[in-house]
């Protein structure tokens, strides 16, 4: 799997679609990478996590493995839409004001590039998937746009940013007691307890940690995975990205969107009391091994949530958060079998 290779996994064929585009969402310009065997394939709309971690994103163009799926096939079966989001990669600008750059203007800018999407391919619906923190985005659009998606799948789903900072603080204590890193859990105990609202001293101190105990990615002597550092330097090789898009995906873009205002409203995202019922087909596929987006929350919230309609939970066997190769050729196989809830939409009109 060649990471930092710049020859692609797949071509597109000459009459489907391979485009960059640069459009106005939420009032400033962000970019958007469409891939498609053919224009008249379903659309795909893919949101990324972090934030500020475009990945899949612009740079993915070409790329069959993006750490949540891959897109060899789906784009033979879909019009692939990643989105580099608001402040974040291509979609930076050094003017964006800081005002801008919360969950509400991510969650309006998502639902811009859904009509953009939906106007421009002439469909009426789109497919949405998500992954990490983009899964809160794409919950609360399937809330609040539920006649504008035929089917979600949240890859990783987050269900409350504080609920799972409290899982992820007991799962650190633990780990740090089970390898007597006494420094680890000192500074553990000193930041105290969720909800998080002091963005350094306390929900820094949990990221740095987790950090160091690779919560993202698993391995062991038989699974073995390329690691976020190897996957995300592969920016580095994309045609489309230049040196300061990257800069502006692992650094600029983070303290743009970082801020204490942004830590401080975020434990009030709570999926569990602000969904508590979906109108569409859902899928959630979570990481076995994942410690840094904890699935028994994310299995509470599915075995509760009120729907009429079609829900599925898969278990993503080797992988953590950053999903392991393997398990990403599933995945791919699973979003392709949301296709069948067009067909049923069709055989019901």
Same mark, same amino acid.
């Given at each position: 799997m060649g990471f930092f290779s710049r020859n692609p996994d797949f071509l597109i064929p000459e009459d489907g679609i391979d485009s960059i585009e640069k459009i106005k969402i939420g009032g400033i310009q962000q970019s958007i990478l469409i891939q498609s065997h053919s224009p008249k394939? $379903?659309?795909?709309?893919?949101?990324?996590?972090?934030?500020s971690m475009p990945l899949p994103g612009v740079s993915s163009r070409g790329k069959n493995y993006t750490v949540a799926t891959n897109t060899k096939e789906l784009v033979k079966n879909f019009s692939v839409v990643f989105w580099?989001?608001?402040?974040?990669?291509?979609? +930076?600008?050094?003017?964006? $004001?800081?005002?801008?750059?919360?969950?509400?203007?991510?969650?309006?800018?998502?639902?811009?590039?859904?009509?953009? /999407?939906?106007?421009?391919?002439?469909?009426?619906?789109?497919?949405?998937?998500?992954?990490?923190?983009?899964?809160?985005?794409?919950? +609360?659009?399937?809330k609040e746009h539920p006649e504008k998606y035929h089917s979600y799948v949240g890859l990783s789903q987050i269900i409350s940013w504080s609920e799972n900072d409290r899982a992820g603080m007991a799962w650190m204590k633990n780990e740090a007691k089970r390898r007597g890193d006494y420094k680890a859990l000192n500074e553990l105990e000193a930041a105290g307890d969720p909800p998080f609202t002091d963005g350094y001293k306390q929900w820094?101190?949990?990221?740095?940690?987790?950090?160091?105990?690779?919560?993202?990615?698993?391995?062991?002597?038989?699974?073995?995975?390329?690691?976020?550092?190897?996957?995300?330097?592969?920016?580095?090789a994309s045609k489309d990205y230049t040196l300061a898009d990257v800069f502006h995906s692992f650094y600029s873009g983070f303290k743009l969107i970082y801020t204490d205002d942004f830590i401080k409203n975020i434990p009030k995202i709570d999926v569990q009391k602000d969904v508590p019922a979906v109108k569409i087909p859902i899928t959630f596929i979570h990481g076995r091994k994942d410690v840094h987006v904890h699935g028994s929350l994310a299995q509470?919230?599915?075995?509760?949530?009120?729907?009429?309609?079609?829900?599925?939970?898969?278990?993503?066997?080797?992988?953590?958060? /950053?999903?392991?190769?393997?398990?990403?050729?599933?995945?791919?196989?699973?979003?392709?079998?949301?296709?069948?809830?067009?067909?049923?939409?069709?055989?019901?009109?």
């Open positions: 394939n $379903p659309v795909l709309l893919f949101l990324h996590g972090g934030p580099d989001q608001r402040g974040t990669g291509k979609s +930076y600008h050094k003017d964006i $004001p800081a005002q801008s750059m919360t969950f509400e203007q991510l969650v309006y800018d998502a639902a811009e590039l859904t009509d953009y /999407l939906r106007e421009t391919f002439g469909q009426e619906k789109i497919f949405l998937t998500a992954h990490s923190f983009g899964t809160l985005i794409g919950m +609360y659009l399937v820094g101190v949990l990221r740095k940690w987790q950090m160091k105990y690779s919560t993202m990615v698993y391995n062991d002597e038989s699974i073995k995975h390329p690691g976020l550092a190897k996957v995300s330097l592969g920016m580095l509470e919230y599915f075995n509760t949530v009120k729907t009429a309609q079609e829900k599925k939970f898969i278990w993503a066997e080797k992988s953590a958060h /950053l999903f392991h190769p393997d398990d990403t050729e599933l995945i791919e196989q699973h979003i392709i079998n949301e296709l069948r809830h067009l067909e049923k939409e069709v055989i019901n009109l």
